[in-house]
């Protein structure tokens, strides 16, 4: 069984450029999650999706960040225009059920300079 | 809203020591429990978790953790640490309701001497 993948492993953007991230899911999981970790700081989540339907969107910062699901399967997040403090390594992570274990991926390391 | 302590950042033992981390949770409610680890140049893997039953959880690699509702602590375990243990260990809490994420503690490195 395939993990949960994601792309790019690293990203260095300038402030202000666009970055779009991807993430597969582990097939089957319907719940995908999103996190993020800014350096020194803890693994926070930023949204949930049920299918190609978002559950939780709380810990989204701000409307520079978009993310979808496209048909349920894998998932983006758009961070448009990135600021500075956008930098951190984003994890996503996906489960059967929304209680049970999550399956995490490698993450992506993004850096805007 | 829930949250996580671990009370160490980074702890350094030789090998063959034993280890405890310490992980305390806010919630009134109903929790899933877990453990998470991160190896170098790894993603996040899980140890261990505590859904119900039995409050002590035996994971891989020889880590258990003890779940003392009473004290709102799960704390993780090993006897005896090798070298191979190195990682950053995350608490994390899933609380029943309507919330589904993930709440992490901001992590603590271990750093096995050899």
């Known amino acids: 069984e395939a993990g949960v993948t994601q792309f790019p492993s690293h990203s260095v953007i300038e402030k202000g450029q666009t970055v779009t991230l991807r993430c597969d899911p582990i097939s089957g999981h319907d719940n995908l999650y999103w996190y993020r970790r800014v350096m020194g700081k803890e693994i926070k989540f930023l949204l949930h999706?049920?299918?190609?339907?978002?559950?939780?969107e709380s810990g989204m910062p701000n409307n520079r960040f978009l993310a979808e699901r496209t048909g349920g399967t894998y998932s983006t997040l758009k961070v448009q225009p990135a600021e500075l403090e956008d930098s951190g390594v984003y994890f996503c992570a996906s489960s059967q059920v929304p209680w049970g274990e999550q399956y995490f991926g490698p993450g992506t390391r993004l850096t805007v300079t | 809203a829930q949250s996580v302590s671990q009370h160490n950042h980074h702890v350094i033992l030789s090998e063959a020591a034993s280890l405890e981390l310490g992980c305390n949770y806010s919630y009134g409610g109903t929790v899933n429990l877990f453990w998470y680890v991160q190896y170098p140049g790894q993603h996040l893997q899980l140890l261990l978790k505590y859904f119900s039953g039995d409050p002590l959880v035996k994971g891989i690699k020889g880590f258990e953790a003890e779940f003392i509702k009473s004290k709102f602590s799960f704390n993780l375990r090993k006897p005896s640490v090798q070298w191979s243990d190195t990682a950053e260990y995350f608490c994390?809490?899933?609380?029943?309701?309507?919330?589904?994420?993930?709440?992490f503690g901001s992590g603590t490195q271990l750093t096995v001497l050899p």
């Open positions: 994390a809490v899933n609380a029943h309701g309507s919330a589904r994420q993930l709440t």
């Open positions: 999706f049920v299918k190609e339907s978002k559950q939780d």
